[in-house]
Structures are given as C-alpha cells and as structure tokens.
C-alpha cells in the first residue's frame, strides 16, 4: 500500500476516534468529509497505479522475451552476422559468424571486422562503409573471408544500416552466407558439362574420323596388294622396283595415320591379353633409350608389386611410344626421362573417384620428365585432335588424341600435370588384371620373314573387287585353293556348291546386306570346326562388344601388307581347334 493512502486511513480513524468521544462532534464533520473525500481519490489513484504497474510488469516480460528469442534467433542463425560501429569495428556477433572466423565468440567484440578478409577484399570493403553512411540502403558483394588459420572462401555479404534519431546511420548489419560448397558445386557442374562437351565433340570427329578410315583403309589394302603383285614381277636389279617400294612406304605411312585416326576415335579393335606392364617397359627399355638419345637420362623405378594389367600389348606399345617422344621432344637441350610404376587402389568415395574411374585396383604408369613444360592453355588442348604445338610438317597432333583414345578405350585414365619451366608429368591408370594368368611371351620383331606355303581351302569373301582379286592371286600363289565370295549370300552358295572341307573362311565384316559375323555363324553350324578371320576397315562395325575381340577371335584390320595377311592366315590355320571342317 502507499505512503499517502495509509497515512490518510489512519488520519480518518483518529479523527472518527475523536468524535466519537467528544461532546461536540459536529466540529470534526467539515474535516471528515474532506478527508474521506481524498481518501477516495488516492483509492482510485492507488488502482490506477496497480494497473499501470502491472501493465509495466508484463511490458518487461515481454521485452525479456523478445530479447531472449532475438538473442536465440540471432545466435542460432545458419548465417553469419555481425553488428558494427562506423568504422566497421564489430560489437556484436553471432555464434555462425565464430565459426566462419575460427574466433570465439566472446573475443569477437572490438576487433576491426577487416582483419577477417582477404588483404585483397579489404579496400572494397573499407569502401562499403562511407557508402552506407551516406545513405545507401542495402547491398550485396560477394568476398574471401579468411579463418584465423589462413584458410580463405568465398562468402556473400549483406550489408544494412540502422539509424539514430537524428536519422544518421549508428550501426551496420552485416550478414554473411558461406558460398565455398555452391562454388565447388558450380565448378564441379561446370567442369562435368564440359567433359560431356569434350566426349561429345570428341565422339562427332571420332565418327567422322572413322568413317573416312573405312574408305581409306580399303583403297590402301588394295594399293598393297596390287604393289605387292608388281613387286614379285619385277627383278631386284629392275630400276621400278625401287619406286613400288616407295609407294609401298608411302602406303604404310597413310596406313599409320589411318590407324591413328581410329585410336583417337577409340574405334581400333583391341586383341587384349594379360600382360605384364613392367615386363613390356623392360623389353622396350633397349629402344627407348636409342630413341631419346645420349644427352636425355633415362631411369626406370619398376615397382614389383605393380602386377599385371589386361590389355592390347601392341596399343600399350604405342602408348608408351608416344609419351616417351613427347618428353624427347620437351627437352632440347637434355634432361631425365623418368618411368615409373606403381600399384593403386580405388576405393568407394576416394578422391581418385574424380578420374571418372569405377573402385577397383589400378597399374599406374608414371612419365615425367624435366623439360620445358606446358602453359594452361596448352594443357586444356592437349588432347584434342590435330592441336601440335611442334612446326608445321613435323607433327600431326594425333599423337596424345591417339594415347588417349587408346587409354580409355582400354578402361582406363590419363592426366598431366606440367608448368613452364618445371617439367610435365603423364600418369596413365589401367585396370589391374583380376586373374594371375603369365603373360606370354611378346612376338619377335622381324623385318621379313620366309611367307609359308599351304595348301588349304579357304573361303575368301569381299565386296571390294580391288582387294578379293589380288588376294585371291596371292593365296593361290602360295598354294592354297581359294573360293571367292563377293557377299555372304554369295559365300553360302559356293560353300553349298563345294563337296570337299573349308578349312578357313576370311570375311570383311561389313558387306552388302549380311555382315561377315552373320556369316561365320551360319558356317560354323553347317561347317563345324571351320575357322575364321575377320578383316575390315572400320572396326566398329565389325565388333559386337565395343572393339574388343575375344580370345578365340582372329583379326586383321585393314590395311595390311599381302605379308602380313598371309601370316595371319597361316597363323589362324595353324591355331588349336576341336574339331576340322568337313565337307
């Protein structure tokens, strides 16, 4: 109760005390009523006061509410906030923006909100400030905040102005949004859309590239046929010899590129078998090394455990080829050149996951070496088909299109690594083969060898005249019988016509109306035993499991020298089988 409404009510009683013991107590009425008249009024003074403090009590609880709910909301905020004076001095900030600094919350209060920026953000951000000062209302720029560790990422900010009375600006707000996982997300988005273009690009000339091999490769087998021919009717004193040769260089040169042009297209037909990477490096080290020269220092680091890869021993040949003559050509002057070999695991999630490589265990190739080095914007070009940055007449730039194309059609990965003046580095991935099986032995090198005689039959189909005739010419000049078949209809019929054994059948694959492979079928259940070897131009065709041929499949891709077929014949006829073509 109030001082002023007790001391009155007590008032009240003494003089009511009073008149009720005096004689005269009409003297006491005048003073009665005017107390009981203020009494009344401090009574509804007195309620007033109680609502009005009551009011109060609750307007606090309020405020201490939305206090506790500001300070809730502001400290479990996803973004970083801070509340700056002026001069972007922080006085308050939330628990994210702790974390996005590395700075205890507590120690935030008084430092200069610029010591959490990149050095190179900060003069924008100093000025920011004068702007909102003066009367800007809000924005938005996107900088490098920087932890207390050194680690910077990008982060947009947000900044807004509170104001005074007077309508000046007395505090900034400024809000920060990490953006490092978008960016990566971006970035990975962006690199993964242009490797969609890359491959899509690379599989619009691989087509076209391919589809010109067919042609060619066709027109240079009958050129080796028909030079091969010319060459057995002339005498080696016979001054024309020597130009048939030259053209017969000259086709094996075209015949080269051909093959190039199909590596890089990832449309050669691999004859892969298990094989051992360090074995291959060893066999080829004597070569390698007359090939880079006597002022280049070849080293090899050979990791036994490495083990063996699944593969085309005569690609993988070419693959190292390649990357050995690119590092040759990268140091002029000399240097080292450097192949190493390495076992790697894949595993689920791993960083390697980026090669676009399933889990699984891997040979790692390495090639380095300490020449010039690449820039940038060779790297991002290196691939690509026909890019050389050698002079015009020594390179065709299907060098490193061809390895690559080799590598993946393999199922596996290339990348490089290099810098002007520090050297490049090639690391090739294929996949570990998953059996033991040896490795056999790598066919010798000869230049000619003694062409076997044979006696056979063989069913010769091809719808090129220009290649069926001298082959035909060839076989029989080496013994054999030969029944020719322009298409598999054709084939049908003359095997039909024909009372004694088949022993062989050769058949382009890709034919007027039924393909070779139709073919060999229908003959291999009428002719059990029969065997078969396929040749063509354009290989994709011609394989039913994206180029890679079985291992109890014959190949001969065109073009080829008549040397070459031969063997390959004789080779095939000569190969284990159950069983013999009967008639």
């Known amino acids: 109760m109030q001082p002023g409404l007790s001391s009155a009510q007590r008032r009240l009683e003494s003089l009511q005390k009073e008149a ?30 109680e609502q009005q403090n009551d009011e109060l009590l609750r307007t606090r609880e309020e405020l201490e509410y939305q206090r506790h709910r500001y300070r809730d909301l502001f400290d479990q905020a996803p973004f970083g906030y801070f509340v700056t004076d002026l001069n972007g001095v922080i006085e308050e900030a939330n628990q ?32 920011l400030i004068p702007r909102f000062c003066a009367g800007e209302r809000d924005g938005e720029q996107e900088i490098l905040l920087r932890r207390r560790r050194g680690e910077a990422f990008p982060v947009i900010l947000n900044v807004a102005r509170d104001l005074d009375d007077q309508q000046r600006a007395a505090h900034l707000r400024w809000a920060i949004r990490d953006v490092s996982e978008t960016k990566a997300a971006e970035e990975a988005l962006r690199q993964s859309e242009e490797r969609l273009r890359h491959s899509q690009r690379m599989e619009a000339v691989g ?18 046929f028909q030079c091969e021919l010319l060459a057995e009717r002339l005498e080696d004193g016979d001054a024309r010899r020597t130009h048939v040769e030259e053209i017969q260089k000259a086709g094996e040169r075209a015949a080269s590129l051909a093959q190039q ?39 090899t680091r050979l990791d036994p455990e490495a083990g063996s890869i699944h593969a085309d021993l005569g690609q993988l040949e070419q693959v190292v080829l390649n990357l050995v003559v690119n590092a040759r050509d990268a140091m002029p002057t000399g240097g080292t050149l450097t192949l190493a070999t390495a076992s790697v695991e894949i595993a689920p999630g791993a960083p390697e996951d980026g090669l676009n490589l399933p889990p699984g265990s891997y040979v790692r190739l390495a090639v380095d070496d300490t020449g010039t080095g690449m820039s940038p914007e060779i790297l991002k070009q290196l691939f690509e088909p026909f890019f050389t940055t050698k002079e015009r007449g020594k390179g065709t730039g299907l060098g490193l299109a061809t390895v690559d194309g080799i590598v993946h059609q393999s199922g596996g990965h290339i990348e490089v690594e290099s810098e002007p003046g520090k050297g490049t580095r090639f690391v ?110 354009y290989p994709e065709d011609s394989i039913s499991h994206h180029g890679v041929l079985a291992p109890s499949e014959h190949f001969l891709q065109k073009p080829f020298p008549p040397g070459q077929f031969l063997e390959k014949v004789r080779e095939v006829l000569e190969a284990e089988v159950t069983g013999w073509a009967q008639a």
């Open 207 to 224: 087509r076209l590239a391919g589809g010109i091999a067919h042609s060619f490769n066709n027109l240079l087998a009958a050129m080796a």
């Open 20 to 49: 009720a013991e005096s004689s005269q107590p009409e003297k006491f009425a005048s003073e009665l009523r005017e107390l009981q008249a203020s009494l009344a009024e401090l009574d509804v003074a007195y309620e007033e006061l």
């Open 428 to 537: 090739v991935l294929l996949p570990r083969a998953g059996d033991a099986v040896e490795a056999e032995p790598r066919p010798a090198r000869s230049v000619r060898q003694p062409k076997k005689r044979g006696s056979e039959v063989v069913l010769l189909v091809e719808d090129e005249d220009n290649i069926r005739e001298p082959a035909v010419e060839i076989l029989e000049s080496r013994g054999y019988k030969v029944l020719a078949a322009q298409d598999a209809s054709q084939a049908l019929a003359v095997a039909d016509n024909h009372r004694g054994p088949i022993h062989i059948l050769v058949t382009d694959v890709v034919m007027p109306g039924r393909s070779g492979n139709w073919l060999a079928e229908q003959l291999s259940i009428r002719r059990p035993g029969i065997r078969v070897l396929y040749m063509s131009g």
């Open 261 to 299: 042009l199909l590596a890089f297209g990832r449309r050669q037909v691999l004859q892969p078998r298990v094989v051992s990477l360090n074995e291959v490096l060893r066999d080829m080290e004597p070569m390698l090394r007359r090939l880079v020269g006597e002022n280049i220092r070849l080293e």
């Open 96 to 127: 994210a923006a702790a974390d996005l600094v590395g700075v205890p919350q507590v120690h935030l209060p008084g430092r200069p909100f610029a010591t959490f920026l990149n050095p190179r953000d900060r003069p924008a951000f100093r000025q």
